[in-house]
């Protein structure tokens, strides 16, 4: 389902997951649970049922806001590990410690790689360049930005300075059914994937 709706305060729900995280791991107990709740249930649920969004006609406040979001990404990923090494020092090897970290490489991929590829279309060596291999290197993956920029997904490649909120479908390119996070679950049954993705693959002539 395609809508026009304003998107743009949809990039703020991204922050409730590492927010969640850090917050599980501080608390101990059950909450460590909390990240791994947003990440796989409550945020696939909501990429499904939101629809695609177009880009959004954003005030000077809400442009400053978006542009900035990135910066809070950053900052919070750094948070969560920290709290994961203090939780793995409270709780050993305890389940709690366990599910703390799954919910911290959950973050990582999600928010510390999505939130790296975005500041990484920036000029090399500028300070967004360092915090995007700042973030890279927290996934072990400071390879990323040159892997990526090399290889490939349309608009982000051809305008890499557009900013996120800006970017939109290009005509005749292959594009994903949902976000990513309405792609977790299917994606572990190859033959539903399979079922899915490959009529939205082009034949080559």
Known sequence: MT????????????????????SGNLAGGAWTLSGVVWMLVVYPVLDVVSGTGRPASVTYISRSLLAGLPYVHVILQGCVFATL??????????????????????????????????????????????????????????????????QHHPAHHLSPSLPFWQLDLIEGAPTLPTGYYGLFWPCLFPPLWKRWIDPRIPTTP
């Open 85 to 150: 090494i203090w939780r793995v020092q409270l709780d050993g090897y305890a389940w709690t410690t366990w599910i703390a970290a799954l919910s911290c490489g959950l973050n990582t991929g999600i928010s510390a790689i999505v939130v790296a590829h975005e500041m990484g279309h920036s000029r090399s060596l500028t300070f967004r360049w360092w915090l995007a291999r700042l973030n890279l290197l927290t996934a072990m993956y400071l390879h990323f930005t040159l892997e990526h920029n090399r």
């Open 3 to 22: 809508t026009t709706r304003d998107a743009s305060a949809w990039h703020l729900v991204g922050l409730v997951a590492p927010v969640a995280i850090l």
